[in-house]
């Protein structure tokens, strides 16, 4: 549910966000119908998201069978079955993509790096311009648990989505911990009964409703510019000889 505040951020904003695509994808352990910590923050950013009449869907990547490797079709390198295909085209579809993981010692999961290793066996593909594949997308992550690591795996989910070509805007990740050691998780419901934890922190709050509407904005300003200017980045220019004022070593 949204807040007053957000609602009266959502009533004043004028921009119209309502052919753009998101894509969030659940990095959980468990598999559904399990409760997810994960999925309830994740729920935040859908809530703005839908909210503004973007497209949204959901994935649960530990419900499929995603084969491990680094080429977009495992199932043409060995692997008797490999979903991710089918995953790619969603990815490929959206404009928006937020990650969310929970944090397993101090780490991202192994499901959210198997994620980026399926994501970097596209990061050879190009688009109509010749850019990257991911170019003109934006890109945002969530963490949960109840231990530390929210920077540190932000710092590498956001890294590796700007490595194959997303846009990642400012403040484009959010989290909450709790306090240090074991304890309770996002979501859970508090000792006294009133209320759930996380659920009223300013902190995650906050962070998350900034993540997404600078994803939801420069979403919009890359659709509107048509991508992102290809002189000076163009891989098939570049395979054909152009250097886009690079100096020629030779010179040098």
Not at 72 to 80: I, L, R, V, W, Y
Not at 118 to 139: C, E, I, M, P, W
Request: hydrophobic share 35%; aromatic share 10%.
């Amino acid at each position: 549910m949204l807040d007053a505040t957000q609602e009266k951020l959502c009533d004043d904003n004028r921009t119209n966000y309502s052919d753009l695509k998101a894509l969030t994808i659940n990095c959980t352990l468990k598999p559904s119908p399990g409760g997810s910590h994960t999925d309830k923050l994740l729920g935040v950013a859908e809530a703005i998201l839908v909210r503004n009449g973007i497209t949204l869907e959901q994935v649960r990547l530990v419900d499929h069978d995603i084969a491990p490797g680094v080429y977009p079709d495992m199932t043409e390198h060995g692997a008797k079955r490999d979903d991710w295909p089918a995953i790619w085209e969603k990815v490929a579809g959206a404009d928006i993509l937020i990650v969310g993981t929970p944090i397993w010692l101090g780490e991202k999961s192994s499901v959210c790096q198997r994620l980026i290793e399926r994501l970097y066996a596209h990061s050879g593909q190009t688009n109509d311009k010749g850019q990257y594949a991911f170019y003109g997308k934006v890109g945002g992550c969530v963490v949960t648990g109840n231990e530390d690591g929210i920077k540190h795996i932000g710092m590498g989910v956001l890294y590796s989505l700007q490595h194959v070509g997303y846009t990642i805007p400012p403040q484009a990740d959010a989290g909450w911990v709790g306090e240090a050691g074991p304890g309770p998780s996002y979501g859970d419901p508090k000792e006294n009964g009133e209320g759930y934890e996380g659920f009223d922190n300013d902190f995650t709050r906050r962070n998350t409703t900034f993540m997404t509407w600078n994803l939801m904005h420069f979403a919009r300003m890359l659709k509107d510019a048509g991508g992102i200017p290809a002189w000076g980045n163009s891989l098939d220019l570049w395979q054909e000889g152009r250097r886009f004022d690079a100096p020629n070593p030779e010179y040098r």
